[in-house]
């Protein structure tokens, strides 16, 4: 990946935190994107010490005006990564339309904003996305609120129809999509982490660093006959 460029949306901490270092430490210069700046000052203060290019690209991704802008400070665009999302945990009975809003504004116009807006700039051909879904995409599942899981099966299908828009240009776009992973939104659902653990056929729940090479190895060139696919990554919860 050297002299290559990335940008990696919501890598201020979690899975897009391990995947701008993992993408930096393959030599891609990273730009790293959080609401604030002083949101990354984690991720800056850690690329610093083991001497990584890991630079900040503030923005808010749900706003078209604020990606445009930050969009035109970037040379060139070889690899994007739409990591941003949230999913604060609320029951169905619950929900509000201001849930919907804040699920959908983030997870799904974020990264049609995104890619949208870096399609300008990404090299073709050549040029390669992923996605950052979830298993609720295809499974749904009380465990998470339900705008997170069907915002992520909104993701799903943006990312096959963006891979058949650009395929012809060698622009590939896929998809991983992360089980039970040690983030803060797994910190937020109300579930116990034995019976996740009991549930999942190997037995364990993932970690950042677990899916952080999965998107290295389907952004680089190593999987270049891939696109429009969406790989699971979770210790085999979800199986099809």
């Known amino acids: 990946m050297k002299g290559k460029i990335a940008i990696v949306t919501g890598a201020a901490k979690g899975i897009g935190k391990a995947i701008a270092l993992e993408l930096a430490s393959a030599g891609a210069k990273v730009y790293a994107n959080g609401r604030t700046r002083e949101s990354l000052s984690d991720l800056l203060g850690e690329a610093e010490v083991r001497s990584l290019e890991i630079l900040p690209l503030p923005f808010d991704v749900s706003k078209e005006a604020e990606v445009v802008r930050a969009m035109g400070t970037v040379e060139r665009i070889d690899y994007l990564v739409n990591n941003a999302a949230v999913c604060p945990y609320v029951r169905y009975e619950d929900l509000t339309e201001e849930h919907w809003d804040l699920m959908f504004g983030v997870n799904v116009k974020g990264t049609y904003f995104c890619t949208r807006h870096a399609l300008e700039k990404i090299t073709s051909p050549g040029g390669s996305i992923v996605n950052i879904s979830s298993g609720a995409g295809k499974t749904g599942g009380a465990f998470v609120s339900m705008p997170y ?70 952004l680089s060139e190593e999987s270049s006959f891939m696109t429009g696919q969406v790989i699971e990554v979770n210790g085999g919860d979800v199986m099809y």
Not at 166 to 181: E, L
């Open 149 to 218: 899981g069907t915002s992520k099966a909104a993701i799903n299908n943006m990312t096959v129809t963006f891979a058949k828009l650009f395929a012809a240009k060698g622009i590939r776009v896929n998809a991983v999509s992360p089980g039970f992973v040690e983030t803060r939104i797994l910190d937020e659902m109300p579930i116990d982490r034995d019976r996740i653990r009991s549930d999942i056929p190997l037995g364990k729940i993932g970690k950042p660093g677990d899916i952080a090479p999965v998107v290295r190895f389907v």
